[in-house]
Protein backbone atom coordinates (compact mmCIF):
# COMPACT_ATOMS: atom_id res chain seq x y z
CA UNK A 1 0.00 0.00 0.00
CA UNK A 2 2.74 2.35 0.57
CA UNK A 3 3.89 1.88 -3.35
CA UNK A 4 0.52 2.34 -4.25
CA UNK A 5 0.21 5.59 -2.59
CA UNK A 6 3.94 6.70 -4.05
CA UNK A 7 2.43 5.78 -7.35
CA UNK A 8 -0.64 7.86 -6.88
CA UNK A 9 1.85 11.00 -5.62
CA UNK A 10 3.56 10.86 -8.63
CA UNK A 11 0.46 10.52 -11.20
CA UNK A 12 -0.28 13.77 -8.97
CA UNK A 13 3.16 15.30 -9.58
CA UNK A 14 2.63 14.80 -13.29
CA UNK A 15 -0.80 16.50 -13.59
CA UNK A 16 0.78 19.39 -11.35
CA UNK A 17 3.65 19.70 -13.64
CA UNK A 18 1.27 20.00 -16.28
CA UNK A 19 -0.55 22.21 -15.19
CA UNK A 20 1.92 24.59 -14.25
CA UNK A 21 3.23 24.42 -17.94
CA UNK A 22 0.03 25.13 -19.68
CA UNK A 23 -1.49 27.34 -17.00
CA UNK A 24 -2.58 30.78 -18.23
CA UNK A 25 -2.00 33.12 -15.80
CA UNK A 26 0.82 33.34 -13.09
CA UNK A 27 -1.47 32.65 -10.15
CA UNK A 28 -2.44 29.25 -12.13
CA UNK A 29 1.50 28.66 -11.87
CA UNK A 30 2.21 29.08 -8.52
CA UNK A 31 -0.62 27.29 -7.43
CA UNK A 32 0.72 24.38 -9.44
CA UNK A 33 3.97 24.65 -7.92
CA UNK A 34 2.95 25.14 -4.11
CA UNK A 35 1.14 21.94 -4.62
CA UNK A 36 4.27 20.21 -6.44
CA UNK A 37 6.10 21.38 -3.17
CA UNK A 38 3.25 20.03 -1.04
CA UNK A 39 3.59 16.27 -2.66
CA UNK A 40 7.19 16.24 -2.61
CA UNK A 41 7.01 16.10 1.10
CA UNK A 42 4.34 13.33 1.04
CA UNK A 43 6.70 11.47 -1.14
CA UNK A 44 10.07 11.85 0.85
CA UNK A 45 7.90 10.69 4.15
CA UNK A 46 6.57 8.00 1.86
CA UNK A 47 10.20 6.73 0.88
CA UNK A 48 11.79 6.98 3.73
CA UNK A 49 9.33 4.58 5.14
CA UNK A 50 9.55 1.86 1.98
CA UNK A 51 13.37 2.20 2.39
CA UNK A 52 13.50 1.52 5.62
CA UNK A 53 14.55 5.35 6.71
CA UNK A 54 12.59 7.11 8.23
CA UNK A 55 15.23 9.75 8.63
CA UNK A 56 14.07 11.27 5.51
CA UNK A 57 11.79 12.88 7.43
CA UNK A 58 14.10 15.91 8.48
CA UNK A 59 14.42 16.47 4.80
CA UNK A 60 10.81 16.62 4.66
CA UNK A 61 9.99 19.44 7.41
CA UNK A 62 12.82 21.34 5.49
CA UNK A 63 10.96 20.83 2.62
CA UNK A 64 7.89 21.92 3.60
CA UNK A 65 9.56 24.91 5.20
CA UNK A 66 10.98 26.13 2.22
CA UNK A 67 7.93 25.81 0.17
CA UNK A 68 6.11 27.88 2.18
CA UNK A 69 8.78 30.64 1.89
CA UNK A 70 9.23 30.85 -1.51
CA UNK A 71 5.43 31.11 -2.20
CA UNK A 72 5.37 33.86 0.07
CA UNK A 73 8.11 35.31 -1.15
CA UNK A 74 7.22 34.94 -5.29
CA UNK A 75 3.06 35.88 -4.10
CA UNK A 76 5.01 39.19 -2.08
CA UNK A 77 7.67 39.77 -5.63
CA UNK A 78 3.68 39.76 -7.73
CA UNK A 79 2.63 43.23 -5.88
CA UNK A 80 5.32 44.68 -7.94
CA UNK A 81 3.83 46.49 -11.25
CA UNK A 82 5.82 44.32 -13.69
CA UNK A 83 3.08 41.56 -12.92
CA UNK A 84 0.29 43.62 -12.72
CA UNK A 85 0.15 43.76 -16.22
CA UNK A 86 0.22 39.82 -16.91
CA UNK A 87 -3.27 39.32 -15.26
CA UNK A 88 -4.96 42.10 -16.67
CA UNK A 89 -3.99 40.76 -20.44
CA UNK A 90 -4.99 37.78 -20.42
CA UNK A 91 -8.40 38.81 -18.72
CA UNK A 92 -8.73 40.72 -21.89
CA UNK A 93 -7.71 37.77 -24.21
CA UNK A 94 -9.98 35.81 -22.43
CA UNK A 95 -12.94 38.55 -22.87
CA UNK A 96 -12.87 38.92 -26.65
CA UNK A 97 -14.27 35.25 -27.60
CA UNK B 1 -2.90 -6.68 16.20
CA UNK B 2 -0.47 -6.43 13.57
CA UNK B 3 -2.97 -7.14 10.65
CA UNK B 4 -5.07 -4.59 12.56
CA UNK B 5 -2.30 -2.26 11.97
CA UNK B 6 -1.90 -2.89 8.42
CA UNK B 7 -5.46 -2.76 7.53
CA UNK B 8 -5.90 0.91 9.27
CA UNK B 9 -3.19 2.07 7.81
CA UNK B 10 -3.78 0.84 4.57
CA UNK B 11 -7.20 2.19 4.63
CA UNK B 12 -5.81 5.88 5.32
CA UNK B 13 -3.19 5.59 2.99
CA UNK B 14 -6.07 4.74 0.37
CA UNK B 15 -8.02 7.59 0.93
CA UNK B 16 -5.26 9.65 0.73
CA UNK B 17 -4.11 8.89 -2.74
CA UNK B 18 -7.67 8.91 -3.95
CA UNK B 19 -7.67 12.40 -3.15
CA UNK B 20 -4.20 13.80 -4.27
CA UNK B 21 -5.17 11.97 -7.65
CA UNK B 22 -8.36 13.63 -7.35
CA UNK B 23 -7.13 17.30 -6.44
CA UNK B 24 -4.66 16.79 -9.30
CA UNK B 25 -7.72 15.89 -12.13
CA UNK B 26 -9.12 19.12 -10.41
CA UNK B 27 -6.14 21.31 -11.18
CA UNK B 28 -5.89 19.92 -14.55
CA UNK B 29 -9.60 19.84 -15.31
CA UNK B 30 -11.57 23.23 -13.47
CA UNK B 31 -12.20 26.05 -15.79
CA UNK B 32 -10.85 28.88 -13.66
CA UNK B 33 -7.85 29.84 -11.32
CA UNK B 34 -10.20 30.21 -8.04
CA UNK B 35 -11.86 26.46 -8.62
CA UNK B 36 -8.24 24.82 -9.21
CA UNK B 37 -7.70 26.47 -6.13
CA UNK B 38 -10.15 25.15 -4.44
CA UNK B 39 -8.89 21.56 -6.03
CA UNK B 40 -5.76 22.17 -3.92
CA UNK B 41 -6.87 23.50 -0.87
CA UNK B 42 -8.22 19.83 -0.45
CA UNK B 43 -5.63 17.80 -1.59
CA UNK B 44 -2.93 20.06 0.41
CA UNK B 45 -4.68 19.60 3.78
CA UNK B 46 -7.43 16.47 3.86
CA UNK B 47 -4.57 14.40 1.06
CA UNK B 48 -1.51 14.91 2.93
CA UNK B 49 -3.60 14.76 6.70
CA UNK B 50 -4.67 11.18 5.31
CA UNK B 51 -1.42 10.27 4.41
CA UNK B 52 0.80 11.29 7.40
CA UNK B 53 -1.71 9.62 9.89
CA UNK B 54 -1.85 6.31 7.68
CA UNK B 55 2.12 6.49 8.17
CA UNK B 56 1.55 7.51 12.19
CA UNK B 57 -0.04 4.06 12.70
CA UNK B 58 3.00 2.45 10.68
CA UNK B 59 5.96 4.50 12.74
CA UNK B 60 7.33 1.90 15.61
CA UNK B 61 9.80 4.65 17.24
CA UNK B 62 8.49 7.89 18.86
CA UNK B 63 10.82 9.81 17.52
CA UNK B 64 9.13 9.19 14.04
CA UNK B 65 5.49 9.97 15.63
CA UNK B 66 6.90 12.87 16.82
CA UNK B 67 8.00 13.84 13.49
CA UNK B 68 5.40 12.96 11.76
CA UNK B 69 2.90 15.25 13.83
CA UNK B 70 5.71 18.04 13.15
CA UNK B 71 4.98 17.36 9.62
CA UNK B 72 1.21 17.32 9.93
CA UNK B 73 1.08 20.64 11.73
CA UNK B 74 3.56 21.98 9.64
CA UNK B 75 1.26 20.78 6.38
CA UNK B 76 -2.30 22.24 8.46
CA UNK B 77 -0.91 25.47 9.35
CA UNK B 78 0.87 26.36 5.61
CA UNK B 79 -1.86 25.07 3.75
CA UNK B 80 -4.68 27.15 4.35
CA UNK B 81 -2.03 29.97 4.39
CA UNK B 82 -0.74 30.23 1.74
CA UNK B 83 -4.33 29.29 -0.19
CA UNK B 84 -5.36 32.53 1.33
CA UNK B 85 -2.44 34.76 0.43
CA UNK B 86 -2.50 33.53 -2.72
CA UNK B 87 -6.43 34.14 -3.34
CA UNK B 88 -5.91 37.38 -1.88
CA UNK B 89 -3.03 38.24 -3.90
CA UNK B 90 -5.11 37.17 -7.67
CA UNK B 91 -7.88 39.14 -6.28
CA UNK B 92 -6.08 42.27 -5.45
CA UNK B 93 -3.88 41.73 -9.46
CA UNK B 94 -7.32 42.17 -11.28
CA UNK B 95 -7.82 38.50 -11.82
CA UNK B 96 -11.67 38.12 -11.79
CA UNK B 97 -13.54 34.88 -11.71
CA UNK B 98 -14.57 33.27 -14.98
CA UNK B 99 -18.79 33.68 -14.29
CA UNK B 100 -18.18 36.96 -13.04
CA UNK B 101 -16.96 38.44 -16.39
CA UNK B 102 -19.77 37.08 -17.90
CA UNK B 103 -22.11 38.56 -15.41
CA UNK B 104 -20.58 41.80 -16.07
CA UNK B 105 -20.26 41.75 -19.69
CA UNK B 106 -24.11 40.94 -19.43
CA UNK B 107 -24.84 44.07 -17.24
CA UNK B 108 -23.06 46.05 -19.57
CA UNK B 109 -24.84 44.94 -22.62
CA UNK B 110 -27.94 46.16 -20.77
CA UNK B 111 -27.20 48.77 -19.53
CA UNK B 112 -26.14 49.90 -23.16
CA UNK B 113 -29.23 48.22 -24.29
CA UNK B 114 -31.11 50.23 -22.18
CA UNK B 115 -30.04 53.66 -21.98
CA UNK B 116 -30.21 54.52 -25.68
Given at each position: MLIAATLAIF??????IIRGIAGPTLYDRILAVN????KTVLLISLLGFIMGRP????????YALINFISVIGVLRYSDTNQFKHTPTNNESAEKEP | MDITITISSGFFLLIGSFLCVSGGIGLLRFPDFYTRMHAVGVTDTLGAGMILI???ILSTDFLVF?????VLLLTL?????????????AFH???MPKGLNTLEQNNNKETNSSNP
Amino acid sequence: MLIAATLAIFVAMILAIIRGIAGPTLYDRILAVNMFGTKTVLLISLLGFIMGRPEFLDIAIVYALINFISVIGVLRYSDTNQFKHTPTNNESAEKEP
Amino acid sequence: MDITITISSGFFLLIGSFLCVSGGIGLLRFPDFYTRMHAVGVTDTLGAGMILIGLMILSTDFLVFAKLVMVLLLTLLIGPTTSHVLAKAAFHNGLMPKGLNTLEQNNNKETNSSNP
